[in-house]
């Protein structure tokens, strides 16, 4: 294993992927569907708490302003 990759991450992923491979496919749609508004909701949160969009933002060092215009551009 890489010394830049995480186990914890790893075993993050590994984990989601198995969980989602026991659904099935209309279950994998609903649980996406709902991710996909809860990340849109967290997208737009003015918070900066720990875990936020914001928070992730100044912890990259990226402009939050340009990564929102950038997930609204890429969707149309």
């Given at each position: 294993?890489?010394?830049?990759v995480d186990a914890n991450v790893l075993r993050a992923v590994f984990?989601?992927?198995?969980?989602l491979?026991?659904?099935?496919?209309?279950?994998?749609?609903?649980?996406?569907?709902?991710?996909?508004d809860k990340t849109q909701r967290w997208v737009a949160s003015a918070s900066n708490k720990?875990?936020?969009?914001?928070?992730f933002c100044q912890e990259f060092d990226l402009?939050?302003?340009a990564v929102r215009r950038a997930i609204r551009e890429r969707r149309k």
């Open positions: 294993m890489s010394d830049t984990a989601a992927r198995v969980s491979a026991k659904l099935s496919k209309a279950e994998a749609v609903a649980h996406a569907e709902d991710e996909w720990e875990g936020s969009f914001i928070w402009d939050e302003g």
